[in-house]
């Protein structure tokens, strides 16, 4: 694909092809993370609902869930397009408890970004932040509980934040 910059572009066209790029290579390095899998078994397994509330498009985070084995096991999803705010508002998440029919300091959000993370505190919600390439665990010590990967937390462990 070539974008001359010295040429006027259709930023909406511009923007359109590059989300079909992004989405093409990501279909072919998302995998399942078993970690995750296994957290959201054992949650199903004690009777506690699953949702992802996400600021991403509908259909690239359908894409993204799909491709990772997580979109069938939800029992809600809520996206950006589904609210009027987006994070740091709380909407997103308020708007999946309700969804989930839970109190929202009965729900707890995994999180790897600021917005997000001002976003379920908000919305009085737990938060465990997640260490990324782009944020460091000193950086997410304002959170509830900070973990590297989910291989180091298990349902129990998460109950022992209420």
């Not at 079909?20 to 078993?34: A, F, S």
């Not at 949650?43 to 509908?58: D, F, L, N, R």
């Not at 465990?128 to 180091?152: C, P, Q, R």
């Amino acid at each position: 694909y070539d974008y001359n910059i010295n040429e006027e572009i259709n930023v909406s066209e511009f923007s359109k092809e590059a989300r079909t790029i992004q989405e093409q290579l990501m279909k072919n390095i998302l995998v399942p993370n078993p970690n995750i899998l296994n957290l959201i078994s054992e949650a199903k397994k004690q009777g506690i609902k699953v949702a992802v509330a996400t600021s991403s498009s509908k259909d690239r985070a359908i894409m993204i869930l799909s491709k990772t084995a997580v979109y069938e096991k939800l029992d809600v999803f809520v996206n950006c397009e589904d609210v009027k705010q987006h994070k740091p508002h709380p909407a997103l998440y308020l708007e999946a408890a309700t969804q989930l029919e839970i109190d929202p300091k009965q729900c707890l959000v995994f999180e790897d970004a600021y917005s997000g993370i001002s976003a379920a505190q908000a919305a009085g919600m737990k938060v465990v932040g997640l260490v990324t390439d782009f944020h460091s665990a000193e950086e997410l010590e304002h959170t509830d509980l900070v973990i590297s990967n989910f291989a180091e937390i298990s349902v129990d462990k998460l109950q022992q934040l209420y």
